[in-house]
């Protein structure tokens, strides 16, 4: 029987709650523009500092992404992008000294093909700590809870502006590693600015659970995560650094160049947290 | 007539199908949703309502005609057509909109979205939208835009908004997407009309309601002409609407033997057809847990079919359970025997039925000469074929180019 005290994501906000830290979770397309890339921006992000990150799973059928994901992962797929060819820049990364904090942001479509505890066992030996996955709510989240908490995966469930303050409350409840805050009702991508419920939620929140609490979705520069900050354990960053890869891609950029753009990006987003 | 709250289902669920595999943004709706659904259900001024308004707007009840000149011609079965090509809009997809543009009423949302893949969902919606003064936008993919401009143009006429998707293959599949997405954004005054018994529940249960009014006046109808229930019934399935709103009457009738018929396509090797049932197997997609076509990655197969309305890669989750019950059969018709369907009753009968509903009429003729001549075989007409005149029409053209080589 495993628990989730040694797992990197728990440890690792653990340890931020210690210093007074906050952290900043980018989000990465697996396989986009190609796996070569991913394993690079993967030793990139940790080498500017980053301790904890999403890898986005490609789904042919993304409904809670916006076109800059959802054009990602199309073109991810179209690239040849699998399971298990993820699962083997992780198991690299891993191999290679790789330390910071993995959650697999992945469409139940995906998990429920492969079988939810051989994709779950296969995650966690690859080097996952976490489960993000968008399409599955409280409701049916016991076909993946149970299982992820006996392997010592973090199962990391969603609230929305939408969700009432009882469930969200519940919900929080059930949540394992971090609650992910969704700050805007609507798909994922770049918005002016962050709505003010956002930061009275996470609050309001707190006061309930000690889980921590990370927020995302619309959030694309530093000023944003800093103000995320102030409230939230972290701030969870993706159609905004995918879109400065697509823009890399577009003007030819190699796969280091690519790296580094999008490593530079982080840098300027996670300077607010040192 | 009457509308049935199924208690079996209330968990969200048809037997191991079913289910609401959505963002959690979309569940406080999903939940609002059922509430009001199953107030209506309790409220007898719907259902008064509701009657009503298909009389009036849709003009139910739809005929049941016995197609002489069709029974003659295949020289078996009695055939029966359930019209629902006469319904205003020339579908069944009417039942549904009116009802859920009363429920969008109910809870007060002002704005209708809706996906639709041959035009008929997208302008009975845009006609149930016009009826009731409600803002109206439909996702509709541009690859059906093309072959559909006949009704886009009606959409747009009765004011709503067509809003072309250009991701993925551009059909039904991708402009599902594309609604939940609008969903997600604009769900606190948005009802989401989907036109199908798939998706997230309520929707399988709640279309299935909408649409029963099929099957109810058909049993009705059938035991006023013939004294009994017809020995089988024939309807087409891509999502499964029109198929579960005849089915869902007669499914406790044991005598009668129920048969759903897929789109075959070009062929069944994958990518060739969109035969869910036929050749899927158990997945997710759009919010349910159903057949779907589905590599071994989990990502959705390409499907291809004639016809815009069956081009789906998907399934409603009660039909799933039917299938594996064994309650009703399952059975994939290609594209040329479904064009074969449309030319013959257009010949026998002066109706030119939809391509969708022709895949129903194809199996009946391969099911109608091998039974006896006091057996009564019943199809649902779903749809009119005007919609698809262009499309039959440069079709039937290659044929006779490829026939003079």
């Known amino acids: 029987m495993n628990d989730l005290s040694d797992n990197r994501l728990v440890k690792l906000f653990a340890e931020l709650k210690a210093a007074s830290k906050k952290t900043l979770l980018p989000f990465l397309s697996a396989g986009y523009p190609d796996l070569e890339t991913t394993g690079l921006l993967l030793d990139e992000l940790q080498a500017r500092g980053v301790r904890a990150c999403e890898l986005g799973f490609p789904f042919s059928d993304p409904v809670a992404d916006g076109p800059v994901i959802q054009n990602s992962y199309a073109a991810a797929l179209e690239q040849g992008a699998t399971c298990d060819g993820i699962l083997d820049v992780v198991r690299n990364y891993r191999s290679g000294g790789g330390s910071m904090a993995l959650a697999a942001m992945v469409s139940y479509s995906i998990i429920y093909r492969h079988g939810v505890n051989e994709f779950l066992e296969t995650c966690k030996s690859a080097g996952f700590d976490a489960m993000i996955i968008p399409d599955l709510p409280m409701e049916e989240s016991q076909a993946v809870g149970p299982a992820a908490d006996r392997l010592g995966l973090c199962n990391v469930l969603l609230v929305a502006p939408t969700t009432s303050p009882e469930r969200r409350i519940e919900i929080a409840r059930r949540s394992r590693g971090f609650i992910y805050y969704v700050s805007v009702a609507g798909i994922t991508g770049q918005r002016d600015s962050l709505p003010e419920e956002t930061i009275r939620g996470v609050e309001e929140l707190r006061k309930h659970v000690q889980t921590p609490v990370c927020v995302g979705f619309g959030i694309s520069d530093p000023q944003t995560v800093a103000t995320v900050c102030q409230v939230a354990d972290g701030a969870i960053v993706g159609s905004a650094i995918v879109k400065r890869l697509m823009d890399a891609k577009a003007r030819g950029a190699t796969s280091r160049e690519m790296a580094a753009c999008a490593g530079a990006f982080v840098e300027e987003l996670i300077t607010p947290l040192r | ?405």
């Open chain 2, 1 to 405: 007539m009457t509308l049935m709250s199924d208690k079996s289902a209330g968990n969200g669920y048809f037997g191991p199908y079913g289910g609401q595999f959505v963002p959690e943004t979309l569940m406080p709706a999903l939940a609002q949703l059922d509430r009001e659904y199953r107030s209506a259900m309790a409220d007898p001024a719907f259902h008064a309502q509701f009657a009503d308004a298909l009389r009036k707007i849709a003009g139910r009840p739809s005929e049941l005609y016995f197609a002489s000149r069709f029974t003659e011609m295949l020289g078996g079965a009695k055939i029966y057509l359930k019209r629902e090509d006469m319904n205003h809009t020339g579908a069944h997809k009417i039942n549904n909109t009116i009802g859920q543009a009363l429920l969008a009423q109910r809870m007060g949302k002002k704005r209708v979205i809706a996906e639709t893949g041959a035009g008929q969902h997208g302008v009975a919606t845009a006609t149930a939208a016009a009826v009731y003064g409600l803002e109206c936008d439909v996702y509709m993919g541009s690859e059906d835009i093309r072959r559909q401009a006949l009704n886009v143009f009606r959409m747009k006429l009765m004011g709503a908004r067509v809003i072309p998707v250009n991701s993925g293959q551009r059909t039904l599949k991708d402009a599902l997407n594309e609604a939940f997405r609008d969903w997600m954004g604009s769900v606190e005054h948005t009802h989401y009309i989907l036109g199908t018994v798939a998706g997230p529940y309520p929707f399988p249960e709640m279309v299935r309601e909408f649409q029963s009014c099929i099957g109810a006046e058909a049993r009705s109808q059938m035991l006023q002409a013939e004294g009994r229930l017809p020995d089988v019934v024939v309807a087409c399935v891509g999502g499964g609407s029109n198929a579960a709103g005849i089915f869902a009457r007669m499914i406790n009738d044991k005598s009668v033997r129920m048969i759903g018929v897929e789109a075959g396509g070009r062929s069944l090797k994958p990518g060739d057809h969109a035969a869910s049932l036929s050749a899927g197997r158990p997945g997710i997609l759009h919010g349910t847990l159903s057949y779907v076509l589905q590599d071994d990655d989990g990502q959705t197969s390409l499907v291809h079919s004639v016809s815009a309305g069956l081009d789906y890669p998907g399934v409603g989750p009660e039909h799933a359970m039917w299938k594996d019950s064994g309650r009703v059969e399952y059975l994939p018709c290609g594209d040329e025997d479904a064009l074969d369907a449309v030319v013959a009753l257009s010949r026998a009968e002066g109706i030119i039925p939809a391509l969708e509903s022709a895949h129903a009429v194809a199996q009946a003729m391969k099911m109608a000469p091998k039974m006896p001549k006091d057996s009564i075989l019943l199809i649902n007409l779903s749809g009119r074929g005007d919609k698809d005149c262009n499309e039959i029409a440069s079709i039937l053209e290659r044929r006779k180019g490829s026939e003079k080589k």
